[in-house]
Structure formats: structure tokens, C-alpha cells
């Protein structure tokens, strides 16, 4: 991913030489580890840079937890602070490629353009983890009737799909760049056909980070329409048999389990299997009932909190852990002499939230966009403003 490696210089210049520069937000210092932050607003994004300093040369680059999913803006933004800062570059990969297919942002839908989105088709379906995406094409190409969204949290695949949903000229695919456990909250009751879970990764050493899940599975059934489906597809043993345990624990639902189908459209991956004969299991989970409508009512705000003098020597920076959710400090930053950035882990454990919170004398936010309005999310975002307000 984009980087540059520039001379040293002194840091504590980079308020002078940036000041009044509209893109440039803040500078922030970590207080116990060697490393800084840049919070930027460029082409209407905002996102973090991290510069790493060491004896040598000093090391700038994107920070992931704010990364912005188009390249190239992050490339032109790095390019554009080494300028603007008359750094000394000694190495860059950071060539910015016009002609490659530009992302289209009408397909890339952020998570929370979920809040208020317009459906533009009655009929809905989910693809969880699609890959390559062949699966997620040739479904749009013969249903376009449906819309489909494309959940992949593997940034470059996500990227590689917008490119072919261009030079396909589909209209019917939104790519969602997230985790889908925690997309799903986002969506209505009772409006999808169908929901593809196929070939997830099995987590056979961390049986938490699988996708199917007790929540997952409510929140699947909530989502889908009565007669509505959720399809697993797997070659894992392991995977089908807890999948079985797991559909057959919710109430009023049919289960269907197949062996060895052969689909209209596989993947390499399937392919190679089919090769060493090895068994592939379809999983069907029908949704036998009607939900009902899901409110939000979750409100991040953090309500006056503002930043008071010494209050990152009262942080705890151990993880705080309650019977469903945790909130952890993970590292601070002092933003001049009245501000604090603060890297922040918290919600549910198998799905969790990374944030970064801003405080200054005038409020407090997170930066560069809110949690994703899950209930597990609001209970930790309560906590976290508890612990800001009266450490």
C-alpha cells in the first residue's frame, strides 16, 4: 500500500509549515511510543497519515483504521504533505495510475449511507465475502431485476469488483467495504430474497471470528422476507457441522443440506477442489416468519464532553471488559497543549469497532466517521463517554 520514506526533520515545524493549509486538520503526537499523526481533509475525505520516525529516514503512510477505499487519493494526498512540508523523499511507491477504470463511487456505499439509504429496486439480495466477485456478477447479470450488495471487507477485491462492475455495465451491484456481521444491523426487516454466504474462511483455531453466528443468524432471519433464504455454501467438515448446530437452534425455520451440487458459476478455488474431490456442502436456512420493523434509535453524540487538562494521565489503557461488550483505550495522542487523539477498540468481542476519538476544548467526535449503529456499539459508545466525562 502507499508509502513514502523521507529524511528526518523536525516534527515539531510541521504546525508552521502547515498552518492555514486547507487540507491539513491537526498533528498529533503519541505520548508513549514514537509516532505521529496527521489528520487531513482532502477531495472531501478525512483520514489519518502516520508518520513513523527513525534514525535513518521517516516513514509516512496511510493509517488503516481511517484509509479511504480509492488509492489514488491516498497516493496524491501523501504526494501532496511531502510537498507541502518540502520533505526530502528518499523512496516512494506511490506512482498514481489515470488509466486504470476509475472506482465508481455510484456502486461504493459507506456503512453508514445505510442509515437513510433509497433502494432503487424492490428485491434484495446479499452476498457475504464474494471474492473474485463471479458469483456476485453472474447473479446480477441474470436477476436484473434484484439488487445485489456485495459485502467484502478484503479491500482489493472490493476494488476489483467496482472495476468490473464498470466495464460490465451492471447497474444492480452495491460493493460494501465492511465486515458483514455488522452490515446487517444496518439493513430493514423483512427485505431480502436471498443471502449467499459462500465458502467462508472455517477459523478452525478462532472459532469466534467465523462469520455464521448466533447473531449473524438472527440477524439474517430478521433481514430476510418470510420465504426468504440464507445459503452456505462450504468444503470445511467442520465448518457444515457447526453451521448445522448453529440453524438448527432458532426457532420456526427449515433447514435443507445438498452434497456436492454443481453451481451455474464457481470459483478457482471451488474448481481446484472439485479436482481433489473434495466434498462441498450447500446449506440452506429458510425464513419461516415475519420480523418486526427495526428502529434506530442510537444517537453517538458525545453530548458536551470536551477535553480537560490531564485527562490522558487518567485513561486507563488496559482493555475494560463488560459481560458483552469491552472498550479499550489503545493509544494516545496530544494534539498541541488543549487535545487529545485516541485510538479506541470497543463493541462486541468477536466484532469489534476501531475508532479514533478528537477532543479539543470545544467538544469531542469520532474521527473520521461514527460506529456503526449497532446496539453492542451504543452501549460501549455510553461507557466511553462515561469514562471521558469523569476520569
Known amino acids: 500500500m502507499p508509502h513514502l520514506k523521507i529524511a528526518p526533520f523536525d516534527t515539531s515545524l510541521i504546525e508552521q509549515k502547515m498552518y492555514g493549509d486547507a487540507m491539513f486538520l ?3 503526537v503519541a505520548l508513549n511510543e514514537k509516532e505521529e499523526i496527521l489528520g487531513i481533509r482532502y477531495k472531501n475525505e478525512e483520514f489519518l497519515l502516520q508518520l513513523k520516525p527513525g534514525e535513518k529516514s521517516y516513514l509516512l503512510k496511510y493509517d488503516k483504521v481511517t484509509r479511504p477505499l480509492k488509492v489514488n487519493l491516498l497516493k496524491e494526498a501523501l504526494h501532496e504533505v511531502s510537498v507541502r512540508l518540502d520533505a526530502d523523499v528518499l523512496s516512494s511507491n506511490i506512482t498514481i495510475h489515470h488509466k486504470k477504470p476509475p472506482l465508481s463511487s455510484r456502486y461504493f456505499k ?10 432503487p429496486k424492490e428485491k434484495i439480495s446479499v452476498e457475504v465475502g464474494f471474492g473474485s466477485g463471479r458469483h456476485l456478477l453472474y447473479q446480477a447479470k441474470k436477476h436484473p431485476d434484484t439488487l445485489f450488495i456485495g459485502i467484502e471487507i478484503h479491500t482489493p477485491s472490493a476494488q476489483q469488483v467496482l472495476k468490473q462492475i464498470e466495464l460490465q455495465n451492471l447497474h444492480n451491484i452495491w460493493v460494501v467495504n465492511y465486515d458483514a456481521r455488522l452490515f446487517l444491523e444496518m439493513l430493514p426487516s423483512n427485505v431480502c430474497e436471498q443471502i449467499f454466504v459462500h465458502f467462508p474462511v472455517p477459523w478452525d483455531k478462532k472459532p469466534h471470528r467465523r462469520v455464521i453466528g448466533k447473531g449473524f443468524l438472527d440477524e439474517s432471519m430478521r433481514v430476510l422476507r418470510k420465504g426468504g433464504r440464507l445459503e452456505l455454501r462450504t468444503d470445511s467438515d467442520t465448518y457444515f457441522w457447526y453451521a448445522l448446530e448453529t440453524f438448527f437452534s432458532v426457532p420456526q425455520t427449515k ?3 445438498q452434497k456436492n451440487q454443481l453451481l451455474e458459476v464457481t470459483s478457482k478455488y471451488e474448481a481446484r477442489w472439485r479436482k481433489q474431490e473434495k466434498d462441498i456442502y450447500d446449506v440452506y436456512v429458510t425464513c419461516m416468519q415475519q420480523s418486526e420493523s427495526k428502529v434506530h434509535q442510537i444517537d453517538f453524540d458525545f453530548h458536551g464532553i470536551k477535553y480537560v487538562q490531564g485527562l490522558e494521565e487518567r485513561l486507563a489503557t488496559d482493555a475494560i471488559v463488560f459481560e458483552d461488550y469491552f472498550v479499550h483505550f489503545e493509544r494516545i495522542y ?7 487523539l485516541i485510538r479506541c477498540a470497543f463493541g462486541s468481542f468477536d466484532r469489534p469497532e476501531h475508532k479514533y476519538l478528537l477532543l479539543d476544548t470545544k467538544g469531542c467526535r469520532y474521527f473520521a466517521s461514527s460506529p456503526v449503529k449497532t446496539t453492542v456499539n451504543f452501549n460501549a459508545h455510553q461507557k466511553i463517554a462515561e469514562y471521558l466525562n469523569h476520569v
Not at 110 to 119: L, P, Q, R
Not at 334 to 340: A, S, T
Open 26 to 28: 491537526f498533528h498529533a
Open 110 to 119: 459507506k456503512i453508514d449511507e445505510f442509515e437513510n439509504i433509497v433502494y
Open 255 to 257: 433447514v435443507e443440506v
Open 334 to 340: 496530544k494534539v498541541g497543549n488543549e487535545g487529545l
